[in-house]
């Protein structure tokens, strides 16, 4: 008898190509039962593609799949989940309609003669919700929940302890640092019970905090496989990208800025947030943090116009610097306040569009240039995309096609070449490779530089002392805090979330 345990799952010289694009050359990797193992590679890499071939989401053009030690061919997603495969997709799975109970178990609600046990099915949901700490009303629907209530609600319908192995593409895009230690919690229990999990994340610390083993990819193949253990931050990020890359805060070189500001909520109470006031001058980047459920998403919205305070208002300076009261989304857009929403598929983007399409709709939408010939939108397009690094071989390229941290590139890329007076970044870097991000947080300083003011809204308490000038910190619809960028470590910023 063989002592080697069975792989949960193995895949041997995994090739997929999409039209123009060689998007695995020869994949090979090998995940053990009862461990953990990361995948990491900058946007555009293939890790997506290559969990998605795993779990019979898409077909490979070459390679073999073991799972469990048994070859599966072609696989397709029911015969894959009947082998014990859960899966949390970088792609929302949501049905907006339906309630949280519904969502969480889907096609798995207990019935009982035939129909739907409610009583029961509510009950399972509640306790795989406990079980994360997840603190949603099961009863709501889906349509209600802030990007970052869906990423744990799908985080819920996926760990399962009967499940044998788990993939998450990307499961804490959209968490803070408070929502990660219930689900590291998790893991590490369903690591114990045998489960197996593949676990994709741009943020190294997790991956140094979980994984058991690491493959990082470069442009559709492996660059580096091994224990955790043989690697760092360092060989890691150089594997990557092939270079290392300065995570250096993005300061302001001059100390002073216009103390008139450009941008006020005053006094705003709405839905969770309770008598919010902030202001961003002139040349200023503010950050508002929070973990979920602090209200820093609905703060974002409501500051760029896209919902009206039921208490307090919005001020905008327009171009002669008289405050004006925002009456909503279009009339903030002419006061030049761009907006970078967290749920880009919702709000966003024209996936079936190309890149070139969805960059200069941020041109036309704020009214200040005329409406552009195709020709045109590709030459302006072509100018925008270096700014927001995307990588695409061309601007005629649908958008859904791009890989998920790319496609974000694309929205911020429509902002990035409209001169706005103020933008307000809803999670702007959530999924972006740490390279990109950085590339991203450099702009941002620039347009500050240049007098825009920015406000970002992020749970990302990294990036938050990265580049925020301010920082202001959120709980309960309640700005609990404020604190000086350079100041704001993430262990400060627990501190004042967690202060009573
Ligand atoms: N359906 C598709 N049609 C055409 N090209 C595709 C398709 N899906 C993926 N690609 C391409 O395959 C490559 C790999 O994409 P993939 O989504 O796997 O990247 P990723 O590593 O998950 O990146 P990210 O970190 O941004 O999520 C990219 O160049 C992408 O544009
Ligand atoms: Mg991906």
């Known amino acids: 008898m063989s002592s080697t345990p069975v792989a949960a799952l193995e895949l041997e010289g995994i090739t997929k190509s999409f039209p123009g694009v060689h998007a695995l050359r020869g994949v090979s990797l090998t995940l053990r039962a009862g461990t953990v193992h990361a995948i990491c590679g900058e946007n555009g890499a293939g890790k997506s593609t290559l969990i998605k071939i795993a779990t019979g989401a898409q077909h490979a053009d070459g390679g073999v799949i073991r799972i469990g030690g048994e070859v599966v061919d072609r ?3 029911r015969q894959v989940q009947a082998r014990g495969v859960r899966a949390i997709f970088q792609e929302r799975q949501v049905a907006p309609d339906l309630s949280v109970t519904e969502n969480v178990l889907l096609d798995r609600l207990p019935t009982r003669f035939g129909r739907v046990d409610w009583r029961r099915a509510r009950q399972a949901a509640q306790a ?17 929940l802030s990007v970052a209530q869906l990423q744990m609600m799908e985080i819920a319908r996926a760990v399962s302890f009967d499940a044998r192995l788990i993939v998450m593409d990307e499961p804490t895009a959209s968490l803070s640092r ?21 676990f994709i994340s741009h943020h190294l610390e997790e991956v140094f905090a979980v994984a058991d083993d690491v493959t990082v990819m470069r442009d559709g193949a492996v660059v580096a496989q091994g224990p955790a253990s043989e690697f760092t931050t360092d060989s890691v990020v150089q594997a990557m990208f092939g270079r290392s890359v300065d995570a250096e805060r993005v300061a302001r070189h ?24 902030v202001s961003v001058a002139a040349g200023e980047i503010v950050a508002v943090t929070g973990g979920v459920g602090a209200g820093v998403s609905e703060l974002a919205q409501i500051a760029a116009g896209g919902a009206i305070p039921a208490l307090g208002a919005v001020y905008v300076a327009d171009s002669s610097d008289v405050m004006r009261k925002v009456r909503g989304r279009r009339h903030a857009l002419s006061l030049g306040v761009a907006f970078l929403p967290a749920d880009r598929k919702r709000q966003g983007l024209l996936l079936d569009k190309s890149v070139a399409d969805n960059i200069v709709l941020g041109r036309q939408a704020n009214g200040r240039s005329l409406v552009f010939s195709p020709m045109q939108a590709r030459t302006a397009a072509a100018s925008l995309v270096p700014l927001a690094n995307v990588r695409t071989a061309n601007t005629d390229v649908i958008v859904g096609s791009l890989s998920g941290g790319n496609q974000q590139k694309v929205m911020i890329g429509r902002w990035m070449g409209v001169d706005s007076r103020v933008m307000v970044f809803d999670e702007p870097t959530a999924g972006i490779d740490i390279a990109s991000k950085f590339d991203i947080y450099a702009e941002l300083r620039r347009l500050a530089d ?51």
């Open 75 to 77: 696989p397709n997603r």
């Open 254 to 277: 001059d100390a002073e800025v216009a103390a008139v500001p450009r941008i006020e909520l005053r006094g705003v109470s709405s839905g969770r947030l309770d008598n919010v006031s």
């Open 128 to 144: 795989r919700l406990d079980e994360l700490e997840i603190d949603i009303d099961i009863n709501a629907p889906v349509r209600s």
């Open 178 to 198: 408070h929502e990660l230690d219930p689900l590291f919690s998790v893991i590490n229990r369903l690591r114990s019970a045998g489960v197996a999990i593949l």
């Open 450 to 500: 240049a007098g825009v003011a920015v406000l970002i809204c992020s749970t990302d308490f990294q990036e938050v002392g990265q580049v925020a000038d301010r920082v202001l910190v959120m709980r309960s619809g309640r700005v609990v805090g404020e604190v000086r960028g350079e100041l704001a470590t993430e262990h400060q910023l627990l501190e004042m979330e967690m202060a009573q």
